[in-house]
Antibody, heavy 122, light 110 residues
């Protein structure tokens, strides 16, 4: 079955960087676009970024554009999120999510990971 | 990229029906039939309940249904059960090639 397992979260000071990973299994990773979604403590969901199946295209939420970079390694079945210039408001659980269909960004999120907590604090 | 608007909370008694609204704009909810709904139990990952406004994934109870009129989508849960108590989030694709979520609605089964 589809499994998405995030890692790399932790406590980081404002202005510093962190890289998250999402290890996947149970499907052909290289055929699917992948998303990052975050949820601040006690708050709603916020879409962060998407990358195409072949890494040729990326889209970002305005709140992270220019600071975060989504990437993937299809040989390792792994998705990444490089987060730079972190701010307190970036504190959240970050989850990777997969759309339903191959080769498409998808219009909804069929599979989700459990998430990894990022806390930005001095 | 403003969040979609959902009521913070709704409640109902077992057996009743409730409806959760999700209001956006013509750039998201009103512009596409790409509204989805997610159920999130405490400490768990979100689970897809409705996609493309009205469709239920395999395994989701028929008690869950979706609809849309103009810029507002709705999730209706009929025959409310205690296990339906959870947070519910709507989401829509947007004209900016991004995705937007609602702020979430806490459903309490009385």
């Amino acid at each position: 079955q589809v499994q998405l397992v995030e890692s790399g979260g932790g406590v980081v000071q404002p202005g510093r960087s962190l890289r998250l990973s999402c290890a996947t299994s149970g499907f052909t990773f290289s055929s699917y676009a992948m998303h990052w979604v975050r949820q601040a403590p006690g708050k709603g969901l916020e879409w962060v970024a998407v990358i195409s199946y072949d890494a040729t295209n990326e889209y970002y939420a305005d709140s992270v554009k220019g600071r975060f970079t989504i990437s993937r390694d299809n040989s390792k079945n792994t998705l990444y999120l490089q987060m730079n210039s972190l701010r307190a408001e970036d504190t959240a659980v970050y989850s990777c999510a997969r759309p339903p269909d191959r080769y498409s960004y998808g219009y909804y999120f069929e599979h989700w990971g459990q998430g990894t907590l990022v806390t930005v604090s001095s | 990229q403003s969040a979609l608007t959902q009521p913070a909370s709704v409640s109902g008694s077992p057996g009743q029906s409730i409806t959760i609204s999700c209001t956006g704009t013509s750039s998201d909810v009103g512009g596409f039939n790409y509204v989805s709904w997610y159920q999130q139990l405490p400490g768990k990952a979100p689970e897809l309940m409705i996609y493309d406004v009205i469709y239920r994934p395999s395994g989701v109870s028929y008690r869950f249904s979706g609809s849309k009129f103009g810029n507002t989508a709705s999730l209706t849960i009929s025959g409310l059960q205690a296990k339906d108590e959870a947070d519910y989030f709507c989401s829509s694709y947007t004209t900016s090639s991004t995705w937007v979520f609602g702020g979430g609605t806490k459903l309490t089964v009385l």
